[in-house]
Every structure is written in structure tokens, then in C-alpha cells.
């Protein structure tokens, strides 16, 4: 386990072990109506949150849980790099780079880190500090196929001890569906982040189309946050940051965690879980909450959410 991604694992593995000892009705608080995981995140970090001062070369990742956000994370902190000119997996983790999890002197702490500062986050944007906003500051929205979402939650949840356990499928499901799980309703966070889709700092992107065509997808976040790239930088990227190389590197960079944070990597496992009934129950939701929208379609849900 390299040294440089302690505050990572450190924070995991501290994170599993308060879980372990928990009832499940204490392993979830609500803050502003939606549910957080107790094990990693707490009011008093919330509060803490609220005055955190943003700084106009930040560099935010916005993505719910399950939507790819390690993987995003280590395209953003190469192309940090490259525009520093320092060599690429060498930079030290200073901070657990959610910015919502942690100990609430975080903050503090992070006043003192050089720009540009990286930080990824699952919260929806009227959730942010809204110094965020005031300054304009560039964030990559990512988002995915809500199916492969819940999927990918599910066995996260069942993987990792920070999250309460699931004994089936279909309990997750429903929870999934009634805001029951941390960071609340995706469809809710897809609606509310998609009011801030056409603002000039905001480029979305989807796990899918990345996964289609990564070179294009790393060009184009690239050229948004203004990072020159030389082709031979670009493949660079692509490289380091596809699937297999990332799960292979995992044991250096998530420690014992790394199978669970890179499980499958793919599209349409929803298919191995999904019932009819539950198929359709999704369907009608993001029909009537997401489907119209700017980033709904983006989501191109007919391609990859229909059997
Ligand atoms: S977390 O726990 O919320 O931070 O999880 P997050 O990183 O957002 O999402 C995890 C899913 O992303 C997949 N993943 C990748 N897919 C494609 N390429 C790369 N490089 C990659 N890295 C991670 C990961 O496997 C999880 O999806 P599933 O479907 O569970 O495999």
C-alpha cells in the first residue's frame, strides 16, 4: 500500500471498523432530509461545510455514488499533474478527496493545501458551499445510467461495512426507490443538478459515453478546465485510467479495498438483477422526474436502461 494514499484507506478502514459496532438504524443520519452514512460523514463536518471557502482554480468532481467518481477522480488528478508538469500517481492524497466526508477541521486544513485542489463530492449542488458558486469555480458533473447506479450500490453496500447490509436484492431496491439510502434519491439529485446544466462552468459528462470513447471524453475535460494535452499525454491518460489498469493498481492506491471500489466497470449489469415489475417501477419514475430534462436526456436512457 503506497504511503502517498493514507488519508484514503486510513479513513476507509477507520470508517468499516466504527460500522462494525453499529445497530443498523445508526449507521445513517439525516441532514436537510437526506440520509449519510454516520460511519464517514457527520453534522458537525456539515456545519464546518457550510463556511468552507472555495477558490476559483478548484477542481471539483460532482457525481452521485456508484457513477464512477474514482474513476474520474484519477483522470482529473493526472490531468493536474500534467498541467503542473509533475510526473503522473507521485502526487500525495493530503485529504479523503470527498469533501463532504471527513472530520470537520478539514476545512481548515485544506486552507493551507497549493492550488489547484481537487475534490469530489456526491452532494446535490443546493448542498454545496455556496462559495462554490460565487466563484464560479469549474465542476465536471458525472453521471450514469440510474440501473447500473443501483446496481453498483447494492454491491457496494454488501461490500463495504461503511453502509448498512442488504440480505436481498429486491430490499435494496426499494429502499433505493424511497430515498432510504445515503445521499438520498438519485432522480432527486439528477433534477436538481440538472437546473445548473447550461451554466458556463459546468460540463456534464456520462460513465457511458467515457466508456465508449475515452480518448474523446479525457480531450474534452481536458479543454474545459484549459489543460493543453499532446496526444502522447492523452494516451497517457486513457491508459492509466481504463478499467483493468486501475483495478490492477488498486491494491496501491484503495489498499484491501480495491475490489470493491472496482468491481465490474461495465454497462447493463443491471440486467443480472432487475425483475420485470421492478423494470417497469424504474422506468415510470424517471419518466416522470427526469426524463424531460436537459440531463435526462443526456442519460440517453432508451439505449441503455431498456431490456
Ligand atoms: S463510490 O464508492 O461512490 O466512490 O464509487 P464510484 O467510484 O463513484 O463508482 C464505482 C463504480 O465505477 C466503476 N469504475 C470504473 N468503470 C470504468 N472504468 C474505470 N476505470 C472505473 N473505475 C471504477 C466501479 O467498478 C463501480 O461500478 P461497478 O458497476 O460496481 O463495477
Not at 484514503?8 to 470508517?15: E, N, P, R, W
Not at 454488501?158 to 438519485?186: C, E, H, Q, R
Not at 447493463?268 to 419514475?285: A, I, P, T
Request: hydrophobic share 35%; aromatic share 12%; net charge neutral.
Amino acid at each position: 500500500m503506497e504511503n502517498s494514499r493514507k488519508a484514503f484507506t486510513d479513513l476507509i478502514a477507520k470508517g468499516v471498523a466504527a460500522g462494525s459496532v453499529m445497530k443498523r438504524d445508526e449507521m445513517m443520519f439525516s441532514h436537510k432530509g437526506i440520509l449519510y452514512p454516520t460511519t464517514i460523514c457527520s453534522p458537525e463536518a456539515f456545519k464546518a461545510l457550510e463556511s468552507f471557502e472555495a477558490r476559483s482554480d478548484d477542481v471539483i468532481l460532482a457525481g452521485y455514488p456508484k457513477s464512477g467518481t474514482n474513476w474520474l477522480s484519477q483522470i482529473l488528478n493526472d490531468l493536474i499533474a500534467i498541467s503542473q508538469k509533475k510526473t503522473l500517481g507521485k502526487e500525495k492524497l493530503e485529504e479523503f478527496p470527498y469533501l463532504e466526508v471527513g472530520d470537520p477541521e478539514k476545512y481548515e486544513r485544506m486552507l493551507k493545501l497549493p492550488s489547484p485542489r481537487f475534490m469530489a463530492t456526491h452532494l446535490r449542488p443546493e448542498n454545496l458551499p455556496t462559495s462554490i458558486f460565487r466563484k464560479k469555480v469549474k465542476i465536471l458533473l458525472l453521471v450514469r445510467n440510474p440501473k447500473d447506479v443501483a446496481t453498483s450500490f447494492f454491491h457496494f453496500s454488501n461490500g463495504l461495512g461503511i453502509l448498512p447490509s442488504y440480505d436481498t436484492w429486491d430490499d435494496f431496491f426499494t429502499d433505493f426507490m424511497s430515498k432510504k439510502v445515503a445521499w438520498g434519491s438519485y432522480f432527486e439529485y439528477l433534477s436538481e443538478w440538472n437546473k445548473y446544466i447550461d451554466k458556463e462552468n459546468i460540463m456534464a459528462i456520462t460513465y457511458e459515453e467515457l466508456k465508449e470513447n475515452p480518448a474523446l471524453g479525457v480531450k474534452n475535460i481536458a479543454a474545459f478546465f484549459g489543460i493543453p494535452l499532446t496526444e502522447e499525454e492523452l494516451q497517457l491518460v486513457v491508459e492509466r485510467s481504463s478499467f483493468q489498469s486501475m483495478k490492477k493498481n488498486s491494491e496501491k492506491t484503495h489498499g484491501s479495498f480495491g475490489n470493491v471500489f472496482f468491481r465490474k466497470g461495465g454497462v447493463s449489469d443491471w440486467k443480472n438483477l432487475f425483475s420485470e415489475e421492478q423494470n417497469e417501477k424504474m422506468d415510470k419514475v424517471f419518466e416522470e422526474q427526469v426524463a424531460g430534462t436537459k440531463l435526462g436526456k443526456k442519460l440517453k436512457y432508451d439505449v441503455y436502461c431498456k431490456a
